[in-house]
């Protein structure tokens, strides 16, 4: 996976968390880069939710920016305000995985997947 930034797993409870970020240049580019993540990342593949999803792009004046929850109600918005708009990033596409571990982790499940992205950015900047 060399085209995509991991972050370090996060876990709790038994459910594990891990971050991912790659160069968009436009939204009709996502449904390639998910398919072509999941191929290359079996563990995620096998995940409950494998691709909790905020991305956005600038392409002049133009502005454009989305989420996906993938099955995970308002992880996709969290992780767009979280991450991508808090730190103004563009052009860019960040993927959070989820493994679900049995026991439900309440509002903490939100910070991991906000904490998860925001790694993926930080282990490519060391």
Request: glycine share 10%; hydrophobic share 35%.
């Given at each position: 996976?060399?085209?995509w930034?991991p ?36 563990a ?39 991450v ?24 903490a ?18």
């Amino acid at each position: 996976m060399s085209r995509w930034s991991p972050s370090r797993v996060i876990t709790d409870r038994k459910s594990r968390f891990q971050g991912f970020h790659i160069p968009l240049a436009t939204s009709k580019e996502i449904p390639t880069l998910i398919e072509q993540f999941l191929a290359e990342n079996k563990a995620a593949k096998r995940a409950s939710h494998p691709h909790i999803y905020a991305w956005k792009t600038q392409t002049g004046q133009a502005i454009a920016q989305g989420h996906e929850d993938n099955g995970e109600k308002g992880a996709g918005a969290r992780l767009l305000d979280g991450v991508v708009l808090k730190h103004d990033l563009t052009n860019i596409l960040v993927i959070v995985t989820r493994w679900y571990g049995g026991t439900p982790l309440g509002g903490a499940r939100f910070r991991h997947i906000v904490h998860a992205g925001v790694d993926s950015i930080k282990q490519r900047m060391n």
